[in-house]
């Protein structure tokens, strides 16, 4: 099975991957990069208006094989609809 390395970005802070993962393929690994997303965003709330947080999957071989982000904006009204 391979695996993957999910390296993460909470736009402050990179943290890297040193253990991975074994799943069965990429879709397997593009399901866990999803799921990362949320408990990040809950794990740094921003300090700022604006943050984009990052999950970068490598495989084996040290390449890039897919990329999941978030990003989350507050803005303050009044708004017009």
Known sequence: MPRFFFDTFDGEQF??????????????ARIEAQKALPDMVSDALP???????VVNVRN????????AALSLVIEQGPFNA
């Open 15 to 28: 943290y890297p991957d040193k253990t991975g993962q074994e799943l069965p393929d990429i879709e397997a």
């Open 47 to 53: 300090d700022a208006d604006r943050r984009s947080f």
């Open 60 to 67: 084996e071989a040290g390449k890039t094989v897919l990329r």
